[in-house]
């Protein structure tokens, strides 16, 4: 989110890799967290698959973008990173070599689903719209 709420706050244009239009999980720190610990303190979770708590809204990357313009009160213009000039920064910037191979999150949808664990654990995962509330005021202040 570094692309987005970094560049907003200065007044640039937000940046997204590789295609806006693509659904985009992102999952919220605390509650990454705080399943990290409902996980590890269930012995009976143990050699199973689960996803952490995510929003079970659908979100592009353009709309990652509103969400944090319409917190922050700035406008929502934002350019996209393509992959091929990812690869030619990874020539002069070392961090961003590593990013081409983890386009696969950004180059078509990349939904996470967790409802297995929200079943499980009886859990509502913190939504999109109020973690990018938490996180603006966070950053803000």
Request: hydrophobic share 40%; with cysteine.
């Amino acid at each position: 989110m570094n692309l987005i709420y970094d560049n907003l706050a200065k007044g640039k244009k937000a940046q997204w890799i590789c295609d806006a239009n693509k659904v985009h999980s992102m999952s919220y720190t605390p509650d990454l967290a705080a399943g990290t610990a409902i996980l590890g303190n269930t012995p009976d979770a143990y050699n199973q698959i689960w996803n952490l708590p995510t929003d079970t809204e659908r979100i592009t990357g353009a709309g990652w973008v509103n969400l944090f313009a319409t917190e922050m009160g700035t406008g929502n213009e934002y350019q996209v990173l393509p992959n091929w000039l990812m690869k030619a920064l990874g020539l002069f910037i070392p961090i961003m070599k590593e990013l081409p191979e983890m386009n696969y999150q950004y180059d078509r949808d990349y939904f996470f689903d967790s409802s297995k664990f929200n079943n499980r654990f009886n859990y509502t995962p913190t939504t999109n719209a109020n973690a990018v509330k938490e996180t603006v005021a966070r950053l803000s202040s």
